[in-house]
Protein backbone atom coordinates (compact mmCIF):
# COMPACT_ATOMS: atom_id res chain seq x y z
CA UNK A 1 0.00 0.00 0.00
CA UNK A 2 1.53 3.35 -1.04
CA UNK A 3 -0.27 6.72 -0.12
CA UNK A 4 0.20 10.34 -0.79
CA UNK A 5 0.55 11.95 2.24
CA UNK A 6 1.37 15.65 3.20
CA UNK A 7 2.28 17.19 6.56
CA UNK A 8 1.01 21.10 6.59
CA UNK A 9 1.46 23.90 9.60
CA UNK A 10 -1.90 25.02 9.70
CA UNK A 11 -2.75 29.03 11.30
CA UNK A 12 1.00 30.74 10.21
CA UNK A 13 2.71 31.85 7.12
CA UNK A 14 5.91 30.17 7.89
CA UNK A 15 6.66 26.80 8.32
CA UNK A 16 7.40 25.20 11.97
CA UNK A 17 4.91 27.34 13.42
CA UNK A 18 1.00 27.43 13.82
CA UNK A 19 -0.75 23.41 14.02
CA UNK A 20 0.85 20.65 12.01
CA UNK A 21 -1.43 18.26 10.76
CA UNK A 22 -0.92 15.35 8.38
CA UNK A 23 -3.19 14.77 5.70
CA UNK A 24 -3.59 11.38 3.74
CA UNK A 25 -5.03 10.80 0.25
CA UNK A 26 -6.88 7.88 -0.12
CA UNK A 27 -7.95 6.08 -3.21
CA UNK A 28 -9.50 3.46 -1.41
CA UNK A 29 -11.65 3.27 2.16
CA UNK A 30 -9.20 1.75 4.75
CA UNK A 31 -10.81 0.10 8.06
CA UNK A 32 -10.23 2.54 11.59
CA UNK A 33 -7.36 0.30 12.67
CA UNK A 34 -5.34 1.14 9.84
CA UNK A 35 -6.74 4.89 10.74
CA UNK A 36 -5.58 4.84 13.88
CA UNK A 37 -2.14 3.04 13.31
CA UNK A 38 -1.22 5.81 10.21
CA UNK A 39 -1.91 8.52 12.79
CA UNK A 40 -0.43 6.98 15.46
CA UNK A 41 2.74 6.87 12.86
CA UNK A 42 2.09 10.65 12.24
CA UNK A 43 2.65 11.79 16.18
CA UNK A 44 1.09 14.81 15.54
CA UNK A 45 -2.74 16.20 17.16
CA UNK A 46 -4.70 15.79 13.95
CA UNK A 47 -3.91 13.23 10.89
CA UNK A 48 -7.14 13.86 8.16
CA UNK A 49 -7.99 11.63 5.81
CA UNK A 50 -9.35 12.42 2.49
CA UNK A 51 -10.82 10.04 0.21
CA UNK A 52 -12.97 10.39 -3.35
CA UNK A 53 -16.81 11.18 -3.02
CA UNK A 54 -16.64 9.43 -6.79
CA UNK A 55 -14.55 6.41 -8.42
CA UNK A 56 -13.88 9.15 -11.39
CA UNK A 57 -12.48 12.25 -8.97
CA UNK A 58 -8.66 12.99 -9.78
CA UNK A 59 -6.43 14.01 -6.82
CA UNK A 60 -3.98 15.17 -9.45
CA UNK A 61 -6.12 16.97 -11.18
CA UNK A 62 -5.84 21.08 -10.30
CA UNK A 63 -8.97 22.22 -8.29
CA UNK A 64 -10.11 25.43 -9.62
CA UNK A 65 -13.25 25.73 -7.28
CA UNK A 66 -12.34 28.91 -4.71
CA UNK A 67 -14.40 26.64 -2.23
CA UNK A 68 -14.41 23.01 -1.24
CA UNK A 69 -16.96 20.94 0.78
CA UNK A 70 -15.52 17.88 3.20
CA UNK A 71 -18.09 15.38 4.00
CA UNK A 72 -16.90 14.40 7.50
CA UNK A 73 -18.27 12.61 10.49
CA UNK A 74 -18.87 16.21 12.42
CA UNK A 75 -20.82 16.77 9.21
CA UNK A 76 -20.06 19.12 6.18
CA UNK A 77 -16.60 20.85 6.32
CA UNK A 78 -16.28 24.44 4.36
CA UNK A 79 -13.51 25.86 3.15
CA UNK A 80 -12.29 28.78 0.49
CA UNK A 81 -9.34 30.66 -0.25
CA UNK A 82 -9.75 33.97 0.63
CA UNK A 83 -6.17 36.33 -0.17
CA UNK A 84 -3.05 34.55 1.10
CA UNK A 85 -5.14 32.49 3.19
CA UNK A 86 -7.99 29.97 3.86
CA UNK A 87 -11.41 30.49 5.55
CA UNK A 88 -13.02 27.63 7.45
CA UNK A 89 -16.81 27.85 7.79
CA UNK A 90 -17.35 26.44 11.16
CA UNK A 91 -20.74 27.03 13.69
CA UNK A 92 -20.32 28.94 16.95
CA UNK A 93 -21.18 27.11 20.05
CA UNK A 94 -22.39 29.31 22.88
CA UNK A 95 -21.44 29.04 26.37
CA UNK A 96 -23.12 29.22 29.45
CA UNK A 97 -22.30 30.27 33.31
CA UNK A 98 -20.22 27.74 34.95
CA UNK A 99 -20.53 27.16 38.56
CA UNK A 100 -16.66 27.45 39.99
CA UNK A 101 -17.47 25.03 42.84
CA UNK A 102 -18.66 22.31 40.23
CA UNK A 103 -15.59 22.61 38.83
CA UNK A 104 -12.72 24.15 41.10
CA UNK A 105 -11.04 20.49 41.66
CA UNK A 106 -10.09 20.38 37.67
CA UNK A 107 -8.76 24.12 37.45
CA UNK A 108 -7.02 24.19 41.14
CA UNK A 109 -5.44 20.99 39.61
CA UNK A 110 -4.90 22.48 35.96
CA UNK A 111 -3.64 25.62 37.21
CA UNK A 112 -2.72 26.22 40.74
CA UNK A 113 -3.67 29.43 42.33
CA UNK A 114 -3.89 31.36 38.82
CA UNK A 115 -6.21 34.18 39.66
CA UNK A 116 -9.90 33.19 37.53
CA UNK A 117 -11.94 36.00 36.55
CA UNK A 118 -14.83 33.98 34.44
CA UNK A 119 -15.71 30.71 33.80
CA UNK A 120 -17.64 29.26 30.90
CA UNK A 121 -19.04 25.91 29.71
CA UNK A 122 -20.21 24.77 26.30
CA UNK A 123 -22.52 21.84 26.32
CA UNK A 124 -22.50 21.28 22.42
CA UNK A 125 -18.62 20.66 22.49
CA UNK A 126 -18.05 19.65 26.43
CA UNK A 127 -15.58 22.69 26.42
CA UNK A 128 -14.27 24.26 30.01
CA UNK A 129 -13.48 27.48 29.06
CA UNK A 130 -11.30 29.64 31.83
CA UNK A 131 -10.78 33.35 31.65
CA UNK A 132 -7.91 34.31 33.65
CA UNK A 133 -7.40 37.80 35.29
CA UNK A 134 -7.28 40.86 33.76
CA UNK A 135 -4.13 41.38 35.54
CA UNK A 136 -2.44 39.08 33.65
CA UNK A 137 -0.37 39.35 30.00
CA UNK A 138 0.22 37.48 27.25
CA UNK A 139 3.45 36.55 28.47
CA UNK A 140 2.26 35.51 31.73
CA UNK A 141 -0.49 32.64 30.07
CA UNK A 142 2.70 31.39 27.44
CA UNK A 143 4.72 30.20 30.36
CA UNK A 144 1.94 29.16 32.72
CA UNK A 145 2.79 25.80 33.55
CA UNK A 146 -0.62 24.00 33.08
CA UNK A 147 -0.85 20.26 34.81
CA UNK A 148 -1.98 17.38 32.73
CA UNK A 149 -1.42 15.03 34.05
CA UNK A 150 -3.94 14.11 36.84
CA UNK A 151 -6.80 15.55 35.06
CA UNK A 152 -8.14 12.60 34.02
CA UNK A 153 -8.61 11.26 37.36
CA UNK A 154 -10.34 14.50 38.62
CA UNK A 155 -13.22 14.71 35.68
CA UNK A 156 -13.71 11.44 34.90
CA UNK A 157 -17.61 11.96 34.65
CA UNK A 158 -17.10 12.49 31.08
CA UNK A 159 -18.71 16.29 31.25
CA UNK A 160 -15.50 17.88 30.14
CA UNK A 161 -13.81 16.87 26.94
CA UNK A 162 -11.24 20.20 26.86
CA UNK A 163 -10.00 22.85 28.74
CA UNK A 164 -9.88 26.58 27.51
CA UNK A 165 -7.87 29.12 29.07
CA UNK A 166 -8.08 32.56 28.18
CA UNK A 167 -6.88 35.92 28.26
CA UNK A 168 -8.03 39.59 27.05
CA UNK A 169 -5.64 41.01 24.89
CA UNK A 170 -3.71 44.16 25.29
CA UNK A 171 -2.84 47.00 23.20
CA UNK A 172 -0.25 46.27 20.43
CA UNK A 173 2.41 48.99 21.69
CA UNK A 174 5.33 47.59 19.15
CA UNK A 175 4.02 44.46 18.88
CA UNK A 176 0.84 43.25 16.84
CA UNK A 177 -2.19 43.59 18.89
CA UNK A 178 -4.93 40.67 19.28
CA UNK A 179 -7.99 40.80 21.16
CA UNK A 180 -7.72 37.27 23.06
CA UNK A 181 -5.28 34.95 23.42
CA UNK A 182 -5.62 31.38 24.46
CA UNK A 183 -4.48 28.02 24.94
CA UNK A 184 -6.27 25.03 24.39
CA UNK A 185 -5.81 21.15 26.38
CA UNK A 186 -7.32 18.16 25.53
CA UNK A 187 -5.83 15.51 27.38
CA UNK A 188 -9.56 13.29 27.25
CA UNK A 189 -8.57 12.40 23.92
CA UNK A 190 -5.21 11.92 23.81
CA UNK A 191 -4.15 15.60 23.37
CA UNK A 192 -1.97 17.35 26.21
CA UNK A 193 -1.93 20.53 24.33
CA UNK A 194 -3.17 21.76 20.48
CA UNK A 195 -0.96 24.07 19.44
CA UNK A 196 -3.41 25.92 17.29
CA UNK A 197 -6.72 24.90 16.86
CA UNK A 198 -10.37 26.21 15.13
CA UNK A 199 -12.59 23.60 17.68
CA UNK A 200 -12.23 25.79 20.49
CA UNK A 201 -12.74 29.31 18.83
CA UNK A 202 -15.81 28.38 17.91
CA UNK A 203 -16.46 28.80 21.63
CA UNK A 204 -14.15 31.46 22.11
CA UNK A 205 -15.15 33.60 19.58
CA UNK A 206 -18.85 33.68 20.83
CA UNK A 207 -17.52 34.48 24.66
CA UNK A 208 -15.36 37.26 23.08
CA UNK A 209 -18.14 38.55 20.92
CA UNK A 210 -20.42 39.38 24.04
CA UNK A 211 -17.43 40.21 25.85
CA UNK A 212 -16.04 42.94 23.88
CA UNK A 213 -18.93 43.91 21.86
CA UNK A 214 -16.83 43.17 18.12
CA UNK A 215 -18.15 40.91 15.37
CA UNK A 216 -14.53 40.82 13.73
CA UNK A 217 -11.52 39.41 16.37
CA UNK A 218 -7.88 39.04 16.00
CA UNK A 219 -7.23 35.91 18.47
CA UNK A 220 -3.34 34.28 19.20
CA UNK A 221 -3.07 31.02 20.59
CA UNK A 222 0.09 31.03 23.05
CA UNK A 223 1.63 27.51 22.42
CA UNK A 224 5.21 27.03 22.18
CA UNK A 225 4.35 27.40 18.20
CA UNK A 226 1.92 30.12 18.52
CA UNK A 227 -0.94 30.77 15.75
CA UNK A 228 -2.80 33.52 14.50
CA UNK A 229 -6.54 33.63 13.79
CA UNK A 230 -9.14 36.25 11.95
CA UNK A 231 -12.61 35.37 13.06
CA UNK A 232 -15.46 36.91 11.52
CA UNK A 233 -18.89 36.12 12.89
CA UNK A 234 -21.70 35.75 10.89
CA UNK A 235 -25.24 36.38 11.48
CA UNK A 236 -26.60 33.17 10.65
CA UNK A 237 -24.76 31.63 13.48
CA UNK A 238 -21.91 30.41 11.87
CA UNK A 239 -18.37 31.50 12.24
CA UNK A 240 -15.12 32.26 9.63
CA UNK A 241 -11.77 31.39 10.99
CA UNK A 242 -8.86 32.32 8.36
CA UNK A 243 -5.30 31.60 8.61
CA UNK A 244 -2.63 30.97 6.96
CA UNK A 245 -1.25 27.55 5.82
CA UNK A 246 2.12 26.31 4.60
CA UNK A 247 3.07 22.62 3.65
CA UNK A 248 6.32 21.31 5.25
CA UNK A 249 6.26 17.65 3.71
CA UNK A 250 5.08 15.97 0.93
CA UNK A 251 5.85 12.19 0.15
CA UNK A 252 4.63 8.75 0.38
CA UNK A 253 3.26 6.31 2.78
CA UNK A 254 4.28 2.63 2.27
CA UNK A 255 2.85 -0.18 4.47
Not at 22 to 32: H, I, P, R, S
Not at 35 to 40: N, P, V, W
Not at 228 to 244: A, C, F, M, T
Amino acid sequence: MKLPIFIADAFTAKAFYGNPAAVCLLENKLDEDMHQKIAREMNLSETAFIRKLHPTDDFTQKNVNSALTFVTLSGELKARKAGDGIVLDLPLYPAQPQDFHEVKDLIKTAIGDTLVQDIRYSPDTRKLLVRLSDTYDRSFLEKLKVNTQNLLQVENTGKVKGLILTLKGQPGGQTQAFDFYSRYFAPWVGVAEDPVTGSAHTVLSSYWSQQLGKKDMHAFQCSCRGGQLEISLRSDGRVDIRGGAAVVLEGTLTA
